[in-house]
Every structure is written in C-alpha cells, then in structure tokens.
C-alpha cells in the first residue's frame, strides 16, 4: 500500500502506485495518477488532470496541475504530465494546459527544477534540464533538452530554448534562444557558445569547434539569418558526428517565428 500521512487527504480516485509516498497536510485529487517511487512531501496539492511518472522527489508547497492563468479558460478537463526521476521542489507552480493550445502542459525526465518556478499553460519542457530558483516560464514556452536556466530569469510566451542552451542571472528572453548558445541581459542577448554541457555528455573537441564555428556564423560574422542558415548548412559532413548538431541547429532557426536573440 501507498505510504499516506493520515493528515493528507488522497481522493478515493486517484491512482497511486503501491510504494508512493505522501506526506502530511498534502491534498491529492481523484484526477491524479502518481507512478511508482514517487515521493511527495507535506502541504502540497496535485489536482487537476496531473500524471506523475516514476522516481519524483516533489518537495512540500508544491502546486501542480491548478488550472491555468488564461482568461480563456473554461474548465475544460486540461491536462499536466510529468515524466520520470524530476526533482520539483518547494513553491513551485506547474499549470495544464487550455483547449487553444496542445491541451496539455509537459516535464520531461531527469530535470532538476528549483523553488519558486512556474511553468505556465502549454509549456513542454524536456529532459534533464536545470531550471533554477524563480524562473518564471509564461504560457506555450517549449525548452529542449540539457539546458541550464539561471535564477530570477523571465521567459516570455511562445519562446524557445534550444537544447545545450544557458541563460544567465536574471535574463528577460523575449525571443527564441538557439541550441549551444549562452545568452543574458535584459533584454538577453548572445554572449558565447555553450561548449561545457556538451563537453560534458561526451562531444569530441572536433565536434565542439563546429559548435563554435555555427555560433560564429549566427552572431560573428555579420551575416543575415538566411546567409547564416547557409553557411551553417555548408558545414555538413566536415566532422564525425556534427551533422546531428548542425541539423538541429537549422531546424530550430527555420521554425523561429519570434525570431532569435541577436
């Protein structure tokens, strides 16, 4: 049987795996469905139409799965879906999604998300991202994979973070935020190519100097978004294992339609 505070009040309906843990004065709804290994600490509420994955650690005060901040909304039956092994922790605010967008707000696996973060209606946040204190993500935000989100630092609606990203200290990002690029200000702007994270998950230096020379073409050189595209695109098969990085590098820039940190 789930490990439930006799403070909490867990509704007869919602799913819970065996083994999930559910500290005092927590409130769950009969919506939620909770995987295994999942532990959730004391005064949290999870309602709404929430899927918990496996291996969370969801620290107390948490607030996942309230309806969204939109004016649109309805009450229709919207949904938060958070994947495996997050670390959420306190005060945090995770909001569904609305019925003129995707209908659902996403979290992917392996991210480590700090106190005081909201994440809006109609984000999709992918895996293994580091998302620190106080970020504020508004509504239909996507951020890829391995990003590094700095504290204080506010996302505007619709904007796109790259995966490999790094947004410093207290950044306003108003527009779409390429892969491998580090940027900060307010507003933020490109400051560096973001070669560490990759360093770390293995790339080859040869590999990380294509980061660099992509990053030179987006902002070094001069050149317009449609001749970097270009130039970018010459660097297919020049190195082992970029083409992955320069591919994913041009998909993002064909689909910025707020256009990017320049």
Aim: negative net charge; contains cysteine; proline residues 4%.
């Amino acid at each position: 049987m789930a490990r439930i505070h006799p403070t909490a009040l867990v509704d007869a309906q919602a799913q819970l795996a065996d083994d999930v843990e559910v500290d005092a004065f927590t409130l769950i709804g009969p919506n939620v469905v909770v995987g295994q290994g999942t532990r959730i600490g004391s005064h949290c509420v999870i309602e709404g139409h929430t899927t918990i994955g496996r291996d969370n650690h969801i620290f107390q005060y948490a607030s996942l799965g309230a309806a969204p901040q939109d004016k649109k909304y309805k009450g229709e039956p919207t949904r938060l879906i958070i994947g495996d092994r997050n670390t959420i922790r306190e005060f945090t605010t995770f909001n569904t999604g609305t019925v003129q967008d995707k209908g659902y707000t996403q979290v992917g696996d392996d991210n480590w998300i700090m106190a005081y973060v909201h994440v809006a209606h109609d984000c999709v946040i992918g895996n293994q991202n580091v998302i620190a204190n106080s970020v504020q993500l508004a509504g239909h935000v996507t951020v890829g994979n391995h990003t590094l989100i700095g504290g204080i630092s506010g996302v505007h609606q619709f904007v796109r973070i790259g995966d490999f990203a790094m947004i410093g200290f207290q950044t306003r990002l108003t527009q779409d935020l390429p892969p491998f690029t580090m940027a900060e200000g307010n507003p933020a702007e490109a400051r560096n190519v973001h070669q560490e994270g990759p360093r770390r998950k293995g790339f080859s230096p040869e590999r990380l100097s294509v980061l660099k020379q992509m990053y030179k073409l987006l902002y070094r050189r001069g050149l317009t978004l449609e001749g970097s595209r270009n130039e970018i695109a010459a660097l297919r098969g020049t190195v082992p294992g970029a083409d992955v990085d320069i591919d994913m590098m041009l998909d993002f820039l064909n689909q910025a339609e707020r256009g990017i940190v320049r």
